[in-house]
């Protein structure tokens, strides 16, 4: 499974930003971001279960981001709003097989990880 993901920028506080991950490969039934701030542990942002649409969110970003995805395009999306400096971080798409998880090693595939900065 290769994952792509895009969108990443600087915004300043209380901004939007939609990020992007196209899958392609070997199909996987979850999807997920995790975020690692500068000196941090990778962390689990919010994912999404293709087939039931069930998703789960971290609680400190609930209520301001959405995850998303376009079955069709193998895309999941991350609609961010109401950013926050300690939103800064390198944000990663995984996927696993089966079942939202929150551990970063339950996920089997990576991609790339795309720099969102909020500027105060």
């Known amino acids: 499974v290769q994952l792509q993901a895009s969108g990443g920028g600087l915004v300043q506080t209380g901004g939007s930003l939609r990020l992007s991950c196209a899958a392609s490969g070997r199909t996987t039934y979850v999807m997920g971001w995790f975020r690692q701030a500068p000196g941090k542990e990778r962390a689990f942002v919010a994912a999404?279960?293709?087939?039931?649409?069930?998703?789960d969110c971290a609680d400190s970003v609930k209520g301001r981001f959405t995850i998303s995805g376009d079955n069709g395009k193998n895309t999941v999306y991350l609609q961010m709003n109401s950013l926050k400096p300690e939103d800064t971080a390198v944000y990663y798409c995984a996927a696993r097989g089966f079942g939202v998880m929150r551990s970063r090693s339950d996920y089997n595939y990576w991609g790339q990880g795309t720099l969102v900065t909020v500027s105060s």
């Open positions: 999404i279960n293709w087939s039931g649409g069930v998703t």
